[in-house]
């Protein structure tokens, strides 16, 4: 079973509630795809790591049989390629190697090269499979590394728990299309409210089954459950706005494995998606 976390923006409880459902899950793998700032790790300090580094394949150029038509810099729709003086220059750094230049150059002037852009460290923390990928400072995108982490086996593992990068980009998107569940984190206020909408719209879209988990719950108006409420979105769960949890979080402590008031609710919340998916295929297969 792989359930994926998402937020529409970074700061919202995304990787709180990924690594706590994680340790609480048995036979669990926790996996971070947030490949420009993975920080899943600080919490579950892994031991005997294994690193993997990954690599793009990107444009480099035969100046000598180049011969100016420029067909590859009209292809290149992220404009890393130009003509300039009377040669072709490659912007590497904003090259997302989708390897068309390379196929448009009638010279065949146009090859290709490796380029590291981060890598994967895979290790392990009480019994927990955990898997991080690291983007280098800079680069465009870290959609290859989401792909080498997620193209992997998890069979290994009943429940897999990926902490998705913020946002709705083409990273996000790949990081959810093949997972069986999607859990959306909302803050609550009006921005949360925002940023909740855009990952609703997104999961919609891939037609995933998918519930709220509503964080710095308090007592009093919250506009985040007032849109789920609106929408008929399911609520899976409240983290409430609690300064005690707030400090063990601050300093990097799996809070279900420090307190049993906490392990209680991330427990229930992941008995209540285990629950949603069993019943998503129960349908199905009727």
């Given at each position: 079973?792989?359930?994926?976390?998402?937020?529409?923006?970074?700061?919202?409880?995304?990787?709180?509630?990924?690594?706590?459902?994680?340790?609480?899950?048995?036979?669990?793998?926790?996996?971070?795809?947030?490949?420009?700032?993975?920080?899943?790790?600080?919490?579950?300090?892994?031991?005997?790591?294994?690193?993997?580094?990954?690599?793009?394949?990107?444009?480099?150029?035969?100046?000598?049989?180049?011969?100016?038509?420029?067909?590859?810099?009209?292809?290149?729709?992220?404009?890393?390629?130009?003509?300039?003086?009377?040669?072709?220059?490659?912007?590497?750094?904003?090259?997302?190697?989708?390897?068309?230049?390379?196929?448009?150059?009638?010279?065949?002037?146009?090859?290709?090269?490796?380029?590291?852009?981060?890598?994967?460290?895979?290790?392990?923390?009480?019994?927990?499979?955990?898997?991080?990928?690291?983007m280098n400072t800079g680069e465009a995108s870290g959609t290859s590394i989401i792909k080498?982490?997620?193209?992997?086996?998890?069979?290994?593992?009943?429940?897999?728990?990926?902490?998705?990068?913020?946002?709705?980009?083409?990273?996000?998107?790949?990081?959810?299309?093949?997972?069986?569940?999607?859990?959306?984190?909302?803050?609550?206020?009006?921005?949360?409210?925002?940023?909740?909408?855009?990952?609703?719209?997104?999961?919609?879209?891939?037609?995933?089954?998918?519930?709220?988990?509503?964080?710095?719950?308090?007592?009093?108006?919250?506009?985040?459950?007032?849109?789920?409420?609106?929408?008929?979105i399911k609520i899976l769960g409240r983290i409430p706005f609690d300064s005690e949890l707030?400090?063990?979080?601050?300093?990097?402590?799996?809070?279900?494995?420090?307190?049993?008031?906490?392990?209680?609710?991330?427990?229930?919340?992941?008995?209540?998606?285990?629950?949603?998916?069993?019943?998503?295929?129960?349908?199905?297969?009727?």
């Amino acid at each position: 079973m792989k359930i994926a976390v998402l937020s529409g923006k970074g700061g919202t409880g995304k990787t709180l509630l990924s690594v706590n459902l994680a340790s609480v899950a048995d036979n669990a793998e926790y996996i971070d795809c947030d490949v420009e700032e993975p920080n899943g790790y600080l919490f579950f300090k892994p031991e005997n790591i294994e690193i993997e580094k990954v690599n793009v394949k990107i444009p480099e150029v035969n100046q000598e049989l180049c011969n100016g038509c420029r067909k590859c810099v009209d292809f290149c729709k992220y404009n890393a390629l130009a003509y300039i003086n009377e040669k072709l220059v490659i912007f590497d750094d904003i090259c997302h190697s989708c390897s068309g230049c390379t196929l448009f150059c009638p010279q065949n002037a146009l090859t290709e090269k490796e380029k590291n852009i981060g890598e994967i460290q895979r290790g392990i923390s009480n019994g927990i499979n955990i898997t991080t990928g690291i983007m280098n400072t800079g680069e465009a995108s870290g959609t290859s590394i989401i792909k080498n982490i997620l193209k992997e086996d998890f069979n290994k593992k009943d429940i897999t728990i990926i902490d998705s990068p913020p946002g709705s980009a083409c990273i996000v998107m790949e990081t959810i299309k093949d997972v069986d569940y999607c859990i959306l984190v909302a803050e609550p206020t009006l921005f949360g409210v925002h940023n909740l909408n855009m990952v609703h719209e997104l999961v919609n879209l891939f037609g995933k089954s998918y519930g709220v988990v509503l964080n710095k719950d308090f007592d009093g108006k919250n506009p985040a459950e007032d849109f789920c409420l609106d929408n008929n979105i399911k609520i899976l769960g409240r983290i409430p706005f609690d300064s005690e949890l707030g400090k063990i979080n601050s300093e990097g402590i799996i809070a279900a494995r420090e307190n049993e008031k906490y392990k209680k609710i991330f427990s229930n919340i992941l008995q209540r998606v285990i629950k949603e998916v069993e019943q998503g295929e129960a349908i199905i297969n009727s």
